[in-house]
Nanobody
Framework: QVQLVESGGGLVQPGGSLRLSCAAS????????MAWYRQAPGKERELVAS?????????ADSVKGRFGISRVNVKNTMYLYLQMNSLKADDTAVYYC??????????WGQGTQVTVSS
């Protein structure tokens, strides 16, 4: 079992920055990949960025060059970060953290709201 808790969302003006965090606990040694997804009102959940255990990253075209993803282990917790720069109104959504394990189990966090508005 893996538990995921996101934080760092909020209201930011267009052009601003935010950093989202996801704390993973439990069987973190079984995690093979982590990712950030987002879901805007009336839209399907979409992949924003992902990172594998080897550090390989992947980004949605809409965020390339603006967002960065990273992960670090501290004691018994794995932290996943999403650095979001040059934010636009279209980035407004609930952002979710996702973990995939070597047993092909998938875990989701509860989500954190990001609102980009002046």
């Amino acid at each position: 079992q893996v538990q995921l808790v996101e934080s760092g969302g909020g209201l930011v003006q267009p052009g601003g920055s935010l950093r989202l965090s996801c704390a993973a606990s439990g069987s973190i040694g079984s995690i093979t990949a982590m990712a950030w997804y987002r879901q805007a009102p009336g839209k399907e959940r979409e992949l924003v960025a992902s990172i594998t255990s080897s550090g390989r990253t992947n980004f949605a075209d809409s965020v390339k060059g603006r967002f960065g993803i990273s992960r670090v282990n501290v004691k018994n917790t794995m932290y996943l970060y999403l650095q979001m720069n040059s934010l636009k109104a279209d980035d407004t959504a609930v952002y979710y953290c996702k973990a995939t394990t070597l047993y092909n189990s998938v875990y989701w966090g509860q989500g954190t709201q990001v609102t980009v508005s002046s």
